[in-house]
């Protein structure tokens, strides 16, 4: 089995920045890539990045790209998501992802088979 665990969610002022982490832990060597997703109230859940775990390849959500970096370490089996200049409409929920042996790059939505609790996200004006 896969256990992810992301960590680093809060609140912060819009033109601030957060950096969130997923730690994995299980059969890490079927992984593919990783991605991150958000959920906002009401919205269904939108991509935001992805990586590839072998060559460490991003891939962004226009939304986000020039201000998130999405970055491994594969020693510590981590992903972080490095969240800069944040607006109030990155508020959300953010979820990790993975990707397991067999998907696509970038990922299809479904080749996403595990998924983390979600860290909120709260970015005010």
């Known amino acids: 089995q896969v256990q992810l665990v992301e960590s680093g969610g809060g609140l912060v002022q819009a033109g601030g920045s957060l950096r969130l982490s997923c730690a994995v832990s299980?059969?890490?060597?079927?992984?593919?890539?990783m991605g991150w997703f958000r959920q906002a109230p009401g919205k269904e859940r939108e991509f935001v990045a992805a990586?590839?775990?072998?060559?460490?390849?991003?891939y962004y959500a226009d939304s986000v790209k020039g201000r998130f970096t999405m970055t491994r370490d594969n020693a510590k089996n981590t992903v972080s998501l490095q969240m800069n200049s944040l607006k109030p409409e990155d508020t959300a929920v953010y979820y990790c992802?993975?990707?397991?042996?067999?998907?696509?790059?970038?990922?299809?939505?479904?080749?996403?088979?595990?998924w983390g609790q979600g860290t909120q996200v709260t970015v005010s004006s």
């Open positions: 992802a993975l990707a397991p042996w067999g998907a696509n790059w970038p990922p299809r939505r479904d080749d996403y088979q595990y």
């Open positions: 990586i590839s775990w072998s060559g460490g390849s991003t």
């Open positions: 299980g059969r890490t060597f079927s992984i593919v890539a």
